[in-house]
């Protein structure tokens, strides 16, 4: 089976190497052109996250998303709270679900249609189950469309190891899987979340010079984001919605830590941040989670019932602007990702950091130590 693992982009894209936007943006195309294949599929597998869906599912759920990890049982308990205030029921299944048909109704309009395959890491319909079924249905090459846009070890990584750990399920009939490439700089994705935050704006009533917007994503220990290009990306793509809704005053934040006090995580902390813009002057803000594709618990409990109590607290007017989810441009831009791949299109990205690569060096993503 391939992961794609093989050698990265020999781009080196650091400012003091490319002072120049013209080369950089010549050397970017050169590799483009230099790593461009015409390869046929006959399948699309949709990997995603997974979650609950009635209260006998939170518990199992929640070994499944923690084993391996010291986490005491009293936090996980207080996070099943979290699923209980919502009977128990993560939105992020039914949104895979309405983001499947989208993406049929995409693909068949467009003459590319491909069968779809779901499957999730922690929770029904799980990859260990899709996979051999896509085996049985005689599926040979498949393109793997992870709902993640950033490089990191949970959001890519590990999610490589979640297909290769159903692939050995699936034993020697498994079909070949290729990930489908980080979007972080897509068009696209950037239009999408501009458009969604602008609804949000809109709804704020007040002018765009007088609003401050607040970019956020899960954070992850620093030692994670070390060696991987979490951070910047998601910086990358706040900085280039900003720019198109022409915001000045904006900033990345983290939600949804996890781990013991004593572990540095990346920050600032988005409800930290609140209090901070508040102590300012600030007083109307529009929460966008860049770093999600779609509603998850985190974003429905994490922003809209801790961050909008605290807002409501001190006195900010709060919105939140909807994930990127079923919009027709990120439908799109998820049939175009599915081009690069089957007819060799270039691969098109927004500012000066070219696209990311189809291929992971073998060290990508490990976590290591500070």
């Known amino acids: 089976m391939s992961l794609s693992w093989s050698s990265r982009s020999g781009l080196d894209l ?7 936007p013209q080369r950089l943006h010549r050397e970017i195309l050169d590799n483009v052109k230099s790593t461009l294949t015409t390869e046929s599929y006959d399948a699309l597998l949709l990997v995603s996250f997974g979650g609950p869906e009635g209260m006998d599912d939170v518990i199992p ?32 299944n039914e949104q895979n679900r309405k983001l499947i048909a989208a993406l049929k109704e995409e693909l068949e309009t467009n003459g590319s249609s491909l069968p779809i395959y779901w499957g999730n890491r922690n929770w029904h319909p799980l990859l260990t189950d899709t996979v051999p079924q896509m085996a049985k249905d005689g599926v040979k090459r498949a393109l793997a469309f992870v709902t993640s846009a950033y490089s990191s070890f949970s959001s890519c990584r590990q999610y490589l190891q979640n297909i290769s750990d159903a692939h050995l399920v699936a034993g020697e009939s498994a079909p070949e899987i290729h990930k489908l490439r980080a979007f972080y700089n897509h068009p696209l994705f950037i239009e999408a979340n501009a458009e969604q935050t602008r609804s949000a704006l809109n709804d704020l009533g007040e002018t765009s010079s007088e609003v401050h917007l607040v970019f956020t994503a899960h ?19 706040g900085r280039l919605v900003a720019e198109a809704l022409g915001i000045d005053h904006w900033k990345l934040v983290y939600q949804s830590r996890s781990g013991p ?29 860049i ?20 807002a409501e607290g001190i006195g900010i007017n709060l ?10 441009l990120f439908v799109k831009m998820i049939r175009e990702l599915i081009m690069e791949r089957i007819n060799g299109t270039a691969p098109r990205y927004i500012g000066s950091h070219g696209p990311t690569h189809n291929v992971c060096d073998p060290t990508c993503c490990l976590p290591r130590s500070s």
């Open 319 to 328: 919105r939140r602007a909807a994930t990127a989810g079923t919009h027709p």
């Open 61 to 92: 759920f929640l070994e499944n998303v923690l084993r391996g990890r010291n986490v005491p049982r009293e936090r996980m308990m207080q996070v099943a709270h979290h699923y209980e205030l919502f009977g128990g029921v993560s939105p992020i």
């Open 219 to 237: 954070s992850i220990p620093n030692s994670m984001a070390l060696n991987c290009a979490y951070a910047f990306q998601l910086n990358e793509a």
């Open 291 to 310: 770093g999600f594709v779609s509603d998850h618990m985190e974003v429905i409990y994490d922003l809209d019932v801790e961050a909008k109590r605290l």
């Open 14 to 20: 650091s400012p003091q190497r490319h002072r120049d």
């Open 261 to 289: 006090p004593t572990q540095p995580w990346l920050g600032p902390d988005v409800c930290d941040y609140l209090k901070e813009l508040r102590e300012r002057g600030v007083s109307d803000v529009v929460i966008a989670p």
